[in-house]
């Protein structure tokens, strides 16, 4: 069952994306061309995003425990470290020179076009690439741990 509103999620997520428009790198991309074919759209998708979330997670905290766990597990830093800042820089950057974030690349990967498999190859690339050099960077005894 859980696999079924996991992939029922998806779908509607994906269907979301594309019926928005924002699996279109140049819709994307004109919402951060200000001075230019500016595209205001991006920014009530996501106003309209977060209404959604905000009231979801309304609903989900209201109950004892999650539908599939005993309990939440909801993270605990609450600092702002370079890697944090970099990440989201880096993040940033990439979206706005590709057109794409992960949530619109994923279900773009559809329509089978090369510069959507190669921004996810990048991107599965750059993960690789970080945990790579997460790993490098940690004391080695922790890493035995």
């Not at 959604?52 to 909801?74: I, K, N, Q, S």
């Amino acid at each position: 069952m859980q696999l079924i509103i996991i992939y029922l999620v998806g779908v509607v997520f994906g269907t979301g994306i594309v019926v928005s428009g924002m699996a279109n790198p140049a819709k994307v991309i004109n919402f951060f061309d200000i001075a230019g074919t500016w595209d205001p759209s991006l920014a009530f998708v996501m106003g309209g995003a977060l209404i959604v979330t905000a009231v979801g997670y309304r609903m989900v905290f209201g109950r004892a425990r999650p539908l599939f766990e005993g309990r939440f597990v909801l993270p605990t830093a609450r600092n702002l470290d370079a890697r944090l800042i970099g990440g989201s820089a880096v993040f940033g950057v990439g979206w706005g020179i590709a057109g794409f974030c992960p949530g619109g690349a994923l279900p773009a990967l559809g329509t089978g076009r090369i510069e959507v498999i190669l921004f996810v190859a990048a991107l599965l690339g750059g993960i690789f690439a970080a945990k790579f050099l997460q790993n490098l960077s940690r004391p080695k005894a922790e890493a035995t741990s």
